[in-house]
């Protein structure tokens, strides 16, 4: 079992930086491939980027690349999103996610743990 507390959302202004936090408790976090994925109201939920076991590699959706950075720090069991360049559009609840792979993040299926989710808001 794996337990996921997703932290550091907020309000920003448009332009703004936040870095979300999910840290990991129970089993080997470093098992496991590690994925946020965000839902805006009236919305389904999608994948923002993911990070495998060892983070050497990294996904991206489209509507963040180049402005959210996703990176990991097994030695503290602890996963991150740093989101740069805030734009309206990105308001939503954040969640992280763990799945035995990448591919499975990337797929949003087989995914075994969430956490509770993380309110960003940004005004423009």
């Known amino acids: 079992q794996v337990q996921l507390v997703e932290s550091g959302g907020g309000l920003v202004q448009a332009g703004g930086s936040l870095r979300l936090s999910c840290a990991a408790s129970?089993?080997?976090?470093?098992?496991?491939?590690m994925g946020w994925f965000r839902q805006a109201p009236g919305k389904e939920r999608y994948i923002v980027g993911a990070i495998n076991w060892s983070g050497d590699y990294t996904y991206y959706a489209d509507s963040v690349k180049g402005r959210f950075t996703i990176a990991r720090d097994n030695a503290k069991n602890t996963v991150y999103l740093q989101m740069n360049s805030l734009k309206p559009e990105d308001t939503a609840v954040y969640y992280c996610a763990a799945a035995g792979n990448i591919w499975a993040v990337i797929a949003a299926t087989g995914l075994d743990y969430w956490g509770q989710g993380t309110q960003v808001t940004v005004s423009s």
């Open positions: 129970g089993r080997a976090f470093s098992n496991y491939a």
